[in-house]
């Protein structure tokens, strides 16, 4: 029994198809999971401008409170 050749690229096909929608489906996990770590991370910088405010902050009343003790060299 041989196989038509029709048929062979239709297999062929069918397989290729299935392998695309797994690829699709790989895809747009990816694009998910990047946009979750795009979020943290963009978190992450607004808490670490917040804290350099925060620094910055405290560094100007130390600055301030060394020259109110007459501390500053």
Do not use: C, F, Y
Not at 27 to 44: C, D, N, P, W, Y
């Amino acid at each position: 029994m041989t196989v038509e050749p029709d048929n062979l690229v239709l297999e062929h096909l069918r397989t290729i198809g299935g392998e695309l929608a797994e690829m699709g489906d790989w895809m747009h996990t990816t694009s998910a999971e990047m946009t979750a770590i795009r979020q943290h991370l963009t978190g992450v910088v607004t808490i670490q401008e917040h804290d350099h405010g925060n620094i910055a902050a405290i560094k100007g009343h130390l600055d301030r409170i060394e020259r109110r003790l007459d501390l500053v060299d």
